[in-house]
């Protein structure tokens, strides 16, 4: 009787280590395309409190504060609406410094009649919004880490009501009704219509790194690095088995993750190309699609 012969173990030199995970990662500008640039200028100037920074000479517009660009503009007179259920953007969300800055935002938009949501999500508070093409928008405050709860590696999170008057309490005195977004204000976090929870965890968790910091949403997952509670928000309440977007809608164009520096950006660029993706040289670092060919650009800050 032969005895079978077990294969064997790999050499210690055949072992390779797992790619390491993005680290410093923080979220840069939102590329959004609009049918009417003017429109969406004053609305994101005059209704959200940024500021207009440049009309690009490749017909960009970059809104923002400070020196920081939050959201770009891409014209396109004859885009389509999304098709309804397809991939792509739910919302991007600017994140203020403080509940005095959320409060000066809530304000403008009473005053100018704008519909809105607002909820408490135990780890910061929020505002909703969309802009004239019906881009989803979130402007929100976040609560101090410290009181943020964490449990088997993931983070309490709720969508429960917010009083409006009380963020309206700590409106600060004297301030004008048309005081613009404070410094340090930036894009906190996406969140994205997807087609499938399982590949957007295999792609954004599994293969890109981030970690997740709560899957507790029915039809939602959220991840992040470095135990933010949460850098992109995926779901598929609205989306679910759909395909990606046509080119050529109004809507998301791509989104920027910001890495610390170049040798963090050829970090993740081997990770990526060791999973089999398709990487593409841009400006700065990388571009990468998702399973529903939505665009990230993986840039080093500054």
Sequence with gaps: MNTPVSAPPPAASDLQPAPPRPTGLGMGAVRLRVRDAARSVAFYTQTIGLGLLQRGTDGIVRLGVGQR???????????????????????????????????????????????????????????????????????????????????????????????????????????????????????????????????????????????????????????????????????????RGAGAASADSIGLVHFELLLPDAAAVEALRARLTAAGESVVPVEGGFAVADPWGIRLHVLAEG
């Design 69 to 239: 660009v939050i959201v770009e503009l891409e014209e396109a007179r004859e885009a389509r609406p999304r098709p309804r259920g397809s991939a792509g953007l739910f919302h991007v969300a600017i994140l203020v410094p403080d509940r005095p800055a959320l409060a000066v935002v809530l304000r403008r938009l009473i005053a100018q009649g704008i519909r809105l949501g607002a909820s408490d999500h135990i780890v910061s508070e929020a505002l909703y919004l969309d802009d004239p093409d019906g881009n989803g928008i979130e402007i929100y405050r976040d609560r101090p880490a410290a009181s943020w709860k964490w449990a088997g590696g993931t983070v309490e999170m709720a969508t429960n009501g917010l009083d409006l008057r009380d963020v309206l309490a700590d409106l600060p005195a004297g301030a004008p009704a048309e005081q613009p977004m404070p410094a340090g204000t930036r894009v906190g976090h996406v969140h994205l219509q997807v087609g499938d929870l399982a590949i957007a965890r295999r792609f954004y968790v599994d293969t890109l790194g981030l970690d997740v910091t709560t899957d507790r949403y029915p039809g939602a997952l959220f991840v992040s690095a470095d135990g933010y509670h949460h850098h992109l928000g995926l779901n598929v309440w609205q989306s």
